[in-house]
Structures are given as C-alpha cells and as structure tokens.
C-alpha cells in the first residue's frame, strides 16, 4: 500500500472489538490472533490510535462481567504491544480493567461514562494516561428509550464542564482530557445533528480551554435514520461524517474503516493547510 507523504493532524483510531456481539463487526474479531492481525492492518492503513474494547456498548446490550472483559481484552493488548509502537487506547469504564490494561501496554482509556463509575476518577488519575469523556444518557441498556434534552448542545457542554471539574478535582491533568459528544449515546437523529451541526461550539471551546475533540460517527445509526441503509452500506456516509466534523475542529477520529477514513481526512487536511 502506498503511503501518504504528509499524514494530517486529525489522529485516526481504529476500533478494535474484541467482543462476541459487538455491534458493527458482528464478532468476527474474537480470536486473539485474528484481532492482532486486524490491529495490525488498521496500523498500516494508517491508524494512530487502536481503541480495544471487551464489552458491548451498542444498545440494550447486556453488561460483560470483569472477568469477561479482562479474558478479552488482556491477551490482545499484551500481543498488541509487543509488535507495535502504535499507541492502544481500552475502551472500558471500570477501573480494573483500565488498570490491567494499561500494565498490558495500553496508553489511553477511552470511557463512555466519562469516569462516573466508582474509582474510576482516582484510576485515571493515578495512571496518567489521556482520557477519553464521552457524554451518555442514561446508560447502554437503556439510553435509547426516549431520549430527550431541552438542548442538546447546551446541555453535553454542560456535561463536559462538569466532568472537566470532577477531573481536575481528582489530579487529573488538564492536558489528558479529550471530550467527545458521543454521538449515538442516549440520542435521537434529531439530537445527533444538532451536536454534528454545532460542533464548532465545542471546537472553538476546545481553542479556549485547550482540549481536544474526538467523533464516533462510524456505520452509526444516524446513518440508517438519514439514508435508510444498513450496517453494511455504511462506509461512504462514515467517511464523509468523519469528513464534516473534521471541517468542524475535530482533532480524533474513531472508525471502523480506517484506510477510507485517513486517506479522506488527509486530504481534506491538506486542502485546508494550503496557503492560497
Ligand atoms: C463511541 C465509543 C463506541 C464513540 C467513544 C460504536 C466505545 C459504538 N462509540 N467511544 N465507543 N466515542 N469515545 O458504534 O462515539 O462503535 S461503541
């Protein structure tokens, strides 16, 4: 595969389910070795990130106990990290698994419950590692019943000012916070446009305060809402989410199909950084 000579800023993070019914790839990467070779492919097609995660978070499914999650996603980390410099981001909210995982060789903690699990808080700040703080909802099983805000945008950046507090309350550094609007969480198509549509908002707080944003748009049902297409005719709308919210500020970018992803993000990047 050819390689692009000036890869954008945008970091790309390619999601890793090790899972048995995960949402979008339907467990076919459950096996170690198979997970390691898939790793390895989103790493030469360009990914910065792998985000590994052991349990479910589509919705209504059904929590993975500790042990579950561990048995998943350990084995794979471990090998991961031995083979690569890629940094490994774990998709977890509890905190022994991002402990474990991050004595595994993981570098980041990706959390949809924004660290308000028991001893998560203490957790993140004891590793010093970058955080993920993905807005949700309610939580996986029951977000998608009804969702409802008065206002969105106002309230998920109510959510993030909150969070950066309880963060920085803990010792957590200002400099391991990257927010995310967490698109799909607890919301309706409505409410996902209107996130998608004002991330500026978001973006422009990031220049002010310095934090990062980072989009979880791949194959999500916002697509199947809009254009009516199913999980596996997702890629293009995937890629130019990605693209619209790269155009916003985004600085990550998490996807299932990251060749797509990079070579669009790259581009539009490349557009933009052209002095003209
Ligand atoms: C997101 C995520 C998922 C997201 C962050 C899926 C784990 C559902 N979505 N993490 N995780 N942001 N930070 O479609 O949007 O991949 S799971």
Redo the contacts with the bound molecule.
Sequence with gaps: MSSVSQRSVVKIMG?LNVTPNS??DGGKYIDVDQAVERALRMIEEGADWI?V?GES??PYAEPAPLEVELARVLPVITRLAACTTTPISI?TFKPEVMQAACGAGASMI?D?YALRQPGALDMAAALKVPV?L?HMQHDPHTMQNNPHYTDVVAEVEAFFVERIQACLAAGIKHEQLIL?P????GKTAAHNCALLKQLKKYTSYQEKRALPI???L???SLIGDLLGLPMSERLHPSVALAVYAVLQGARYV?THDVLATRRAVDMVCAVEAERV
């Design positions: 999601v949402f979008s985000d995660g978070s589509r998709d990706n949809i993920v993905m995310d967490g698109f799909g969480f980072l989009v979880g791949s194959r999500k998490r």
